[in-house]
């Protein structure tokens, strides 16, 4: 038996496989959750969402990515940029981005969306502290770059990490751009960038 995942109309629908099982009348629920679910997120998932990017980034750094006010605008501006992963309904991991137009990110990048852009910076991706260490960071990044693809326009995404992260996003398939210009709170960041394929090579590879 297969169960519909539905998203966003920019989200192909896909399936995930479930057990079969027989259940009695008396024990069907009246309504069920989707036991898996990837979807753009929207300003009403903003407490959850910094909710668990406060978690997971200030016991470390100190410091917050986006605050929620910048999580209400960027989800309110350019919820196409963003993905949450969903289970039974509750959310465990997301991705927020935003359109940027310059070649590399600067400290205007961090607060501010560019429309109609082929850039995507990506402002954070976060998986909730239950969540961690089931690989669901990495499975969450190739869905959304596989998104990406499928949007008019996009040609490739930026994002700034700390040195103990640059492993992991080049295992993603990101390339280094050097040392970033921004600073947070006397933390350094490496810029990274990851290059789409064209409209031609996304329909061939991604199911667009």
């Not at 399936?15 to 009246?30: D, E, I």
């Not at 929207?42 to 990515?65: H, K, L, N, W, Y």
């Not at 991706?125 to 499928?150: E, F």
């Not at 080049?170 to 709170?185: N, R, Y």
């Amino acid at each position: 038996m297969t169960q519909q995942v539905s998203g966003s109309p920019f989200l192909k629908p896909f399936f995930l496989k479930t057990p079969v099982r027989v259940v009695r009348p008396l024990q069907q629920r009246r309504h069920t959750l989707p036991a898996s679910e990837f979807r753009n997120l929207t300003p009403q998932d903003a407490i959850s969402v910094f909710e668990i990017e406060r978690e997971a980034f200030v016991s470390v750094s100190g410091e917050c990515p986006l605050t929620l006010n910048e999580v209400l605008n960027f989800l309110g501006q350019c919820p196409e940029l963003s993905l949450g992963w969903f289970e039974e309904g509750q959310l465990v991991a997301f991705i927020i981005g935003s359109g940027w137009d310059k070649e590399r990110l600067s400290q205007e990048a961090m607060t501010r969306h560019v429309p109609n852009t082929p850039t995507v910076h990506i402002h954070v991706l976060s998986v909730h502290r239950h969540c961690r260490q089931q690989g669901k960071g990495s499975i969450l990044l190739w869905r959304y770059l596989q998104y990406l693809r499928c949007l008019p326009g996009i040609r490739r995404a930026l994002l700034i990490c700390e040195d103990f992260l640059v492993p992991f996003y080049l295992k993603a398939g990101f390339k280094e751009k050097g040392p970033s210009a921004i600073s947070v709170s006397n933390m350094h960041f490496q810029e990274m960038e990851y290059t789409l394929g064209g409209q031609a090579y996304a329909r061939r590879n991604s199911g667009c």
